[in-house]
């Protein structure tokens, strides 16, 4: 069985907006092909960034079309977070997050 390429990305939990200063925070990453049917198998390469650049981040695959992501900002701000699948910003999705102090 092939597995489909990725056409569609959904990023959601309380970490893609809100954050706290030095506290690790969470979000959930799901996969779906062009027919809009979420991904069984893991092994995409996932691309998480925040500009600017404060975070330590981690991703875990859960080898079932889904992935969770842990970063952890350690000051105050405002930052944007882009996540892309496999090099491909086609359909990259992004978000804003505020991060108040601890």
């Known amino acids: 069985m092939t597995q489909a390429w990725p056409q569609h990305t959904v990023i959601s939990g ?11 925070q ?5 996969l779906y092909d062009s027919g809009n049917n979420r991904l069984t198998v893991g092994g995409d390469t996932l691309t998480v960034t925040f500009t600017p650049a404060q975070s330590k981040i981690e991703i875990f695959d859960r080898k079932d079309g889904s992935y969770l992501v842990q970063y952890l ?30």
């Open 73 to 102: 900002i350690s000051k105050a701000g405002s930052f944007a977070l882009s996540v892309s699948t496999n090099l491909d910003t086609e359909f990259k999705k992004t978000s804003s997050v505020i991060v108040v102090p601890n």
């Open 14 to 24: 309380e970490g893609i907006t809100d954050a706290v200063a030095g506290v690790l």
């Open 26 to 30: 969470t979000f959930n990453v799901t």
